[in-house]
């Protein structure tokens, strides 16, 4: 016998500001259903959710809950007021007796439920929320973004806890990974129409590309079919007026049909550009330490970083991945141990707290206000890569209407936050970008768009994320902060690196009988590479000053030719100042690549 649907929408119109989010919007959802809820930033998801949770009324159509169904919503940004701290608010409906499904939870989320609400950060009340939903266990669970602010860990037990769970759910994220993990239907959120797919969101974009592909053709046939009654109304309508102005009204309907059209969104029109070259070694850390008070961060940690690579830091929350950020940026000071810097670095932050963005300010005075934007004489133009932009045409590649300029920053969602806070880091040149979280709140396809941009970029990346499908895309090395000081480079991305961990587990398990080795008499043992020679070591020892002082040298050799009148004032220097570069970027490389040999060889 079927089962009645959790809940349903019925003919929902919803309107805001005069433009319709929703119009005669049907959806139903079973009982056990895992559905990923997708669109893009703006289209209305959170908004659709609020809705099903009966947080937000419509204008029109029926919301209807199955009797005795419990719904339970995890909103991005929960209201803890009245409450003294996170665990009072997270326990508040639950029924006697069952706190100890709290207590499981908050060791999963790693939440803190005696921290008091007064003084958590938005990404703690997140998580108590998310706590709070987990611990009532609704028959529906409505999930708006939960993995934000969650590390890589808390995700991963997150989604083994839905994995397992009998309760239906309605997922809004952007973490690739994690939908493909979970979900088995697929909401779309298009120009106020939701379709539903039944499969997962593994597949969803080759979906969406076939339907979008369809109404391109569709649109391409009315269009010719319009101009074909256009040419014959202006050719033929005076020879047979009266019998033909029902095909007059006809064409007149097709033009209405073609205007009713909701053009799509495009992409955002973000575009990264590389500054000057910057020297090959661009970071050398050596034996970094750093503790607070007892608490050990960083030890005796190494990591050389060549131009062009892509670092991913990984690791729980609080175990120090922007504060290693910061020592190898300088901008913090190790306890013991150096950092070493490139030649000609130009660095570009984008930090998780949104520190750039003024909440209170304009879009329109964020950017115009910016030192590094501003364009000196003109309150209405911003300096992009070295070109005034007007500050409204410059906002519309980030997919802001000219209505949004002048709304304050703290009205925008978070993804549109984010796509502001990139706006204002890819105005500039650039040759070491450093991203701190990058990908909360932004919508797959401006995932897609930037990490088409990273690949493409010239310089070198650093990443703080813990999106796994982003870092197996971008990163082309993984530091894994493991806690008590610990830091551990590996090779490749996150699935790399999940691998290479996985492996000394599997060889740590005590041997079985079939698994014992068997002797191999058929050639001999290879012998083992011998160490570096005397003069091999101290010329790996020698190396690196030789290359900090060919950096230096090219350095001061830039810095003259960059001398706008040299070569007419001083044609010889020009020349032997050109040679004296070519010589000594050949010697650097060459320092360099001997240095990688002779390390790898040690």
């Known amino acids: 016998m079927a089962r009645a649907p959790l809940l349903q929408l019925s003919g929902i119109s919803l309107t805001f500001g005069g433009n319709p989010v929703f119009d005669d919007l049907t959806l139903v959802v079973q009982p056990g259903d895992r559905v990923a809820l997708v669109g893009r930033n703006g289209s209305g998801k959170s908004t659709l959710m609020k809705v099903m949770a009966g947080l937000v009324e419509a204008d029109r159509g029926t919301r209807t809950v199955a009797p005795g169904t419990t719904v339970g919503y995890m909103e991005q940004d929960p209201d803890l007021s009245g409450f003294e701290t996170l665990g009072d608010f997270a326990a508040s409906n639950l029924p006697d007796g069952m706190e100890y499904r709290l207590a499981v939870v908050a060791e999963g989320l790693k939440f803190r439920p005696e921290a008091p609400v007064a003084t958590a950060s938005g990404g703690e009340k997140r998580r108590a929320a998310l706590a709070k939903l987990l611990a009532e266990a609704p028959d529906l669970m409505l999930l708006d973004e939960p993995t934000n602010h969650l590390d890589i860990q808390a995700i991963e037990w997150l989604e083994e806890e839905l994995s397992t769970t009998r309760t239906a759910f309605v997922l809004i994220s952007h973490d690739r990974a994690f939908l493909r993990a979970l979900t088995k239907a697929t909401l779309w959120i298009d120009r106020g129409e939701v379709r539903r797919r039944e499969s997962g969101f593994d597949g969803f974009e080759d979906w969406r590309e076939t339907i979008w592909a369809e109404e391109d053709e569709a649109r391409h046939k009315l269009d010719r079919k319009i101009k074909a009654e256009a040419k014959w109304a202006v050719e033929g309508i005076s020879a047979r007026r009266k019998r033909n102005q029902g095909r007059v009204r006809a064409l007149a309907d097709l033009r209405a049909e073609r205007s009713s059209q909701i053009r799509r969104q495009g992409t955002a029109a973000m575009a990264l550009e590389s500054g000057p070259t910057s020297g090959k070694k661009v970071i050398e850390a050596q034996h ?18 060549l131009r062009g690579d892509r670092v991913a830091f990984v690791g729980p929350n609080g175990v120090g991945k922007t504060t290693l950020l910061k020592l190898l940026t300088t901008e913090l000071a190790p306890d013991a141990g150096k950092v070493t810097l490139g030649t000609n670095l130009e660095i570009a932050v984008f930090d998780q707290s949104r520190a750039r963005l003024d909440p209170d300010a ?52 978070g993804g549109e936050k984010a796509r502001l806070l990139l706006a204002k880091l890819m105005a500039q040149p650039s040759n070491l970008l450093i991203l701190d979280e990058p990908t909360n709140d932004l919508d797959v396809e401006t995932l897609d768009l930037l990490q088409d941009i990273l690949g493409d970029y010239d310089g070198t990346v650093l990443l703080v994320s813990h999106d796994r499908d982003f870092i197996d895309r971008i990163a082309t090395a993984t530091v894994a902060m493991e806690g008590q000081g610990r830091a551990t480079v590996y090779p490749g991305g996150w699935s790399d690196y999940a691998r290479q961990r996985a492996a000394p587990e599997e060889a740590a398990k005590p041997p079985t009988k079939s698994d014992a080795p068997k002797a191999d008499t058929s050639k001999p043992a290879a012998p083992r590479q011998s160490a570096l020679s005397f003069t091999e070591r101290k010329r790996l020892d020698d190396l690196p000053s030789q290359i900090d002082r060919l950096e230096a040298e090219i350095a001061k050799l830039a810095t003259l030719l960059a001398e706008a009148d040299l070569f007419t004032r001083d044609p010889v220097k020009f020349r032997k100042a050109t040679a004296a570069m070519a010589e000594r970027q050949a010697a650097l490389t060459a320092a360099e690549a001997e240095w990688l040999d002779l390390a790898d060889r040690a």
């Not at 004489?377 to 992009?384: H, I, L, P, S, T």
């Open 288 to 305: 970094l330490t750093k503790s607070f008070g007892n608490k050990h961060l960083i030890r005796d940690f190494s990591l050389r970083i």
């Open 362 to 413: 304009t879009l329109w005075d964020n950017l115009t206000g910016d030192p590094l934007m501003r364009v000196s004489g003109a309150a209405d133009q911003v300096m992009v890569r070295g070109t005034p932009r007007h500050v409204v045409a410059y906002l519309k590649d980030f997919l802001f209407d000219e209505a949004r300029a002048r709304a304050p920053v703290r009205s925008l969602s």
